[in-house]
């Protein structure tokens, strides 16, 4: 999402930590991110238009959701055996930054 930012000119914005990366700051973290859900955001009203978030790291049902602001879509990805999986098709960089565009372009402020 970082480089989705940086490439499109829009604002990466993080919204939360993981709680146990609060109170360990000052030790090793176990997992690869301190950062539990993080949004983009127009440049110029930093307006969300696209969501996404990671579950607990000790939750039974571990997913990172989207969610397209202003919009029903929510995906669940899971991981799969090449990587996370949309429906048990991979969701690659390529898919994430279509949505992204999609998001975007269609939720863009008048």
């Not at 696209?50 to 602001?69: K, N, Q, T, W």
């Not at 919009?71 to 949309?86: A, I, N, P, R, V």
Request: charged share 30%; glycine share 6%.
């Amino acid at each position: 999402m970082r480089r989705y930012a940086e490439e499109k000119g829009v604002r990466f914005i993080i919204e939360g930590y993981f709680p146990e990366a609060i109170y360990r700051l000052t030790k090793p973290y176990p997992w690869p991110t301190r950062i539990m859900s993080a949004s983009l955001a127009y440049p110029e009203n930093e307006e969300r238009f696209f969501f996404a978030y990671v579950s607990e790291p000790h939750a039974a049902d571990r997913h990172v959701g989207i969610r397209l602001m202003k919009d029903l879509k929510h995906l669940h990805l899971h991981l799969g055996e090449e990587g996370l999986e949309f429906e048990g098709r991979p969701f690659t960089q390529l898919r994430f930054e279509r949505l992204a565009d999609l998001a975007r372009e269609a939720l863009r402020p008048v």
